[in-house]
């Protein structure tokens, strides 16, 4: 997979520290604690590429992975692009309020992003705070592949009512993609990285 090829290229406070638009971004959003960095780091194969919410110093920041073309490693074809997370109880409201500029403002004005990649966690659900970035997301068209982390928690039969009920509460997003994942137990695995490929690759 081209997402093993993944490498640390940038790090942004702010939306104007991004490099330009360029080449295909796929990024991911979710919740604190959702396994956003479990996710980019087992789809990635690379143990600490994308760090946990848990850990303090990059996680403010907007991180980007670039994804070097086998033919012509010095360039990148396509990005990861991993937001910050976003409803941590002890951060302060004027913190909250600036990642909700920096996040929506993405969201809606970044010209190269080819797909979002929403995670939810399948025991939680869809929360308020990811139904904000829905109304961010859903208006540009972009499609959406929302993986309900942490699947292994519960048997067969509660993750496809789950999954049920996430695609009911993303009716509003046009191209929708759902996949029960988990990072632990590689569940889902090869049908999230087939598709996060296709929007880096169409
Ligand atoms: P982030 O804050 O969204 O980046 O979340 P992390 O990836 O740091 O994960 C948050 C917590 O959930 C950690 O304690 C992880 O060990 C746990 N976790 C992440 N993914 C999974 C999973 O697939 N299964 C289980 N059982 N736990 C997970």
């Not at 940038?10 to 104007?16: G, I, N, P, V």
């Not at 969201?107 to 705070?129: E, F, K, P, Q, W």
């Amino acid at each position: 997979s081209i997402l093993h090829r993944a490498h640390f290229t940038t790090s942004a406070a702010r939306l104007d520290q991004l490099p330009p638009p360029g080449a295909p971004e796929v990024c991911f959003v979710g919740r604190s604690n959702a396994g956003k960095s479990s996710a980019i780091n087992v789809l990635t194969q690379q143990r600490r590429l994308a760090f946990s919410s848990k850990t303090p110093g990059r996680t403010r920041l907007i991180n980007m992975f670039g994804l070097p073309d086998p033919l012509e490693p010095e360039r990148d074809l396509g990005f990861l692009v991993d937001l910050p997370g976003y409803g941590y109880a002890s951060v302060a409201r004027e913190d909250r309020s600036q990642w909700a500029q920096v996040l929506g403002g993405y969201l809606r004005n970044r010209t190269s992003l080819a797909g979002v990649v929403l995670l939810v966690d399948i025991r939680r659900g869809v929360t308020d705070l990811d139904r904000n970035l829905i109304d961010w997301i859903a208006p540009s068209g972009k499609p959406v592949l929302a993986l309900l982390t942490k699947a292994d928690k519960f048997p067969y039969g509660q993750r496809i009512k789950a999954q049920f009920a996430v695609k009911k509460e993303l009716a509003a997003i046009g191209a929708l993609h759902t996949v029960p994942f988990s990072s632990t137990h590689r569940i889902g695995l090869d049908e999230a990285a087939a598709h996060i490929e296709g929007w880096l690759m169409p």
